[in-house]
């Protein structure tokens, strides 16, 4: 009789749970927005709770929280995000917005964690049967690990990958803080900011 293990089921459990999470595209054109602010004839338009699985779980541990923009410059001058306008919090704090990288460098799946796989190369697969006395005998025995393993981390390593690359590309499309939003223009971003909370944000014209 093939008996599976408790340890060949944990190991499938935590393979489940443990996996890297892929990246879904937040498009922050296509946003319905509900949160908005309006200073000075600009309006903002944002959006906190963009990111899933693995990526959010990094918002939360490193006080890190991507926003989506939208941004309507109705005046009759050019305008500079960072510098003409900038973020404040309700209670008139300056909002510390990362540089694009930095954003990137503290949200992203790190694909080197999933080396821990290798761990489980060692595991074998055990079937057994009972003989005439009623004593379970070992018949067998597949190194199940030896693909296992290799197979787990190497898939999670490259998934991982994919889904930071994907995620990198959208945060450069939208890279919108340091740039100049033009008269009677409305322009779309992605900023990450440090915060351990979703704060109500403002803005401060000059």
Not at 34 to 55: C, R, T
Not at 118 to 141: A, C, D, I, Q
Not at 159 to 174: D, P, T
Request: proline share 2%; aromatic share 8%; with cysteine.
């Amino acid at each position: 009789m093939k008996v599976i293990t408790k340890a060949i089921l944990s190991i499938i459990t935590i393979s489940l749970l443990s996996c890297a999470s892929g990246y879904k595209t937040i498009a922050p054109k296509s946003i319905n927005y509900i949160s908005k602010s309006e200073a000075n004839d600009v309006v903002l338009e944002y959006k906190y709770n963009l990111l899933s699985k693995k990526y959010a779980k990094k918002e939360d541990k490193k006080g890190v929280k991507l926003v989506a923009v939208k941004i309507a410059n109705n005046t009759d001058r050019d305008l500079i995000l960072g510098r003409d306008i900038n973020l404040i919090f309700e209670n008139g704090n300056a909002v510390n917005v990362l540089e694009n990288d930095r954003a990137f460098t503290n949200l992203k799946q790190s694909p080197t964690s999933y080396l821990w796989y290798l761990l489980l190369t060692p595991v074998n697969f055990y079937t057994y049967k009972t003989n005439s006395r009623g004593v379970e005998e070992t018949t067998s025995s597949t190194p199940v690990g030896l693909i296992l393993g290799p197979g787990l981390a190497g898939g999670n390593m490259i998934a991982a990958g994919s889904a930071n690359k994907n995620f990198k590309n959208e945060l450069s499309k939208f890279n919108i803080y340091g740039q100049t939003i033009k008269k009677v223009e409305v322009k779309f971003g992605l900023i990450g900011i440090m915060s351990n909370s979703y704060e109500s944000l403002k803005l401060k014209v000059e």
